[in-house]
């Protein structure tokens, strides 16, 4: 490029999407004098989802400024809890997010999962039709315009994934009111009206059950429940909501 120098920095937080040479901090950058700023920030690896407020020499820009000569440029990290004005607050996450899909499900948040691949387009194009902020790992996906929202995964562990996200949206918990399988929510089944569908010693053992609305599949407090109340019983803690 040999157009207009400018000077970036990108919030500590952004700092593992841009080469190590700029993580430092304040960088030169040359620019070509008519991208927008949005542009140049994807350009050196940040998804749009996680850019933040925009700064050129202190004052807030839309994503559409054109940076000019001699500006110094910051790009600060989303606010927490991040609102997303417009629709009521969902998920979709792609298809390498399942165990997430699963225990934010189990905390009660509308969470989509495709559990095949459907391909980055179909993705983008489902988060759009039904407003969804779609979760990701794939910063290729996440630069796709049609999405309605979207934000980046930061960890690879489930646990951290969890927190990352609860602690992103401040999405409101309902812990025990969705199914795990397929979204559906949960209503409380009658004993004698699922009794086919157990088996013996499930039927001998456990007494309260739940059903779901959409897949009938059915529930009740078994052998891994123990684990499960953990996982509600930190995310309540932290992050507030019902642990009943």
């Not at 950058?29 to 008519?34: F, H, M, P, V, Y």
């Not at 994807?42 to 940076?67: F, K």
């Not at 997010?97 to 495709?114: F, I, M, Q």
């Amino acid at each position: 490029m040999n157009g207009p120098e400018i000077t970036l920095e990108v919030a500590p937080e952004l700092r593992l999407f841009v080469p190590h040479d700029r993580r430092r901090g304040a960088t030169p950058l040359t620019t070509d004098g008519a991208s927008t700023l949005g542009h140049v920030i994807e350009s050196l690896g940040v998804p749009l989802t996680e850019a933040g407020e925009l700064l050129a020499n202190g004052a807030p820009v839309a994503r559409s400024h054109i940076p000019v000569p001699g500006e110094h440029i910051e790009v600060r990290a989303v606010d927490r809890p991040q609102q997303v004005p417009g629709a009521p607050l969902r998920f979709l996450l792609d298809v390498h997010l399942g165990t997430l899909a699963r225990r934010l499900r189990l905390l009660g948040v509308d969470a989509a999962y495709e559990s095949e691949d459907i391909g980055d387009p179909a993705l983008a194009a489902l988060s759009a039709r039904e407003r969804r902020v779609l979760l990701s790992r794939d910063r290729g996906l996440l630069r796709r315009r049609e999405i309605w929202a979207g934000a980046y995964v930061y960890s690879d562990r489930p646990q951290e994934q969890l927190r990352d996200i609860l602690g992103r949206f401040a999405p409101a918990l309902a812990p025990w009111t969705r199914c795990t399988a397929c979204n559906g929510t949960l209503a409380v089944a009658d004993k004698d009206a699922v009794s086919d569908l157990l088996e013996h010693g499930t039927q001998q053992a456990y007494d309260v059950f739940a059903r779901c609305t959409e897949c009938a599949r059915v529930y009740w407090r078994g052998a891994h429940h123990g684990h499960l109340e953990t996982i509600v019983a930190d995310a309540v803690r932290e992050f507030g909501g019902a642990a009943a």
